[in-house]
């Protein structure tokens, strides 16, 4: 399968600061997505970012395809921002077979 | 829409125990997934379905079974339920063809002990 590396696995931040996730694949990756799972559990999805860049308020996310990873920026981060960040690719021709990494705990305090 | 609901939100079960987890979506996606995720992991695929009457084995199928007779639902059976299979399990849901797939929607989660 594909290795998905995520880093750095744990991030605590004041209010206001910003930050990078990275997110790094082993192999080959189609239908990349970032996903946040806040305190109660609950996954929610940010971005579907196969390639280029994506701008939702204060994320953004760049992949770079030809060179197996995404980035995910967060500005001007928020108490609310907490949870685990997580990316997940596949690989295309094996429909379904999402890969996800172990995620970035992320703690923003106020 | 209320996306994709799972039943129940918490169940604990003895060893040798069965039970269904039940999924259901609203959106008319074709694709559904059955996912586990374990303490400080990352989720892992146990089956999914690309449609009714379609399911596909994931990661880490052994132990569990599925089945998709509508479009709407995708029960994830356990048979003889074991300690290993102490875990949270999410349900999800995505609009999918031959071109690619879009963003999966996940479910609020089933927390599953077994002891």
């Known amino acids: 399968g594909i290795q998905v590396e995520q880093s750095p696995p744990d991030l605590i931040l004041q209010e206001g600061a910003n930050s990078t996730l990275r997110c790094n694949f082993s192999d080959s990756v189609n239908n990349l997505q970032w996903f946040h799972q806040n305190p109660w559990g609950q996954l929610i999805n940010l971005f579907y970012i196969p390639s280029g860049t994506k701008q939702n308020g204060r994320l953004s996310a760049t992949t770079v395809a030809t060179e197996r990873y995404s980035l995910l920026y967060i500005s001007s981060s928020q108490t609310t921002d907490s949870g685990v960040y997580f990316c997940a690719g596949d690989r295309g021709s094996t429909l379904g077979r999402l890969y996800f990494g172990r995620g970035t705990q992320l703690t923003v305090w106020p | 829409n209320a996306g994709v609901t799972q039943t129940p939100k918490f169940r604990i079960l003895k060893i040798g125990q069965s039970m269904t987890l039940q999924c259901a979506q609203d959106?008319?996606?074709?694709?559904m997934y059955w996912y586990r995720q374990d303490p400080g992991m990352g989720l892992k695929l146990i089956y999914y379905?690309?449609?009714?009457?379609?399911?596909d084995k994931g990661e880490v199928p052994n132990g569990y079974n599925v089945s998709r007779s509508t479009t709407e639902d995708f029960p994830l059976r356990l048979e003889l339920a074991a300690p290993s299979q102490t875990s949270v399990y999410f349900c999800?849901?995505?609009?999918?063809?031959?071109?690619?797939?879009?963003?999966?929607?996940f479910g609020p989660g089933t927390r599953l002990l077994v002891l």
């Open positions: 379905s690309v449609g009714a009457g379609i399911t």
């Open positions: 999800a849901s995505s609009y999918g063809t031959r071109l690619g797939r879009e963003t999966q929607y």
């Open positions: 959106m008319n996606h074709n694709y």
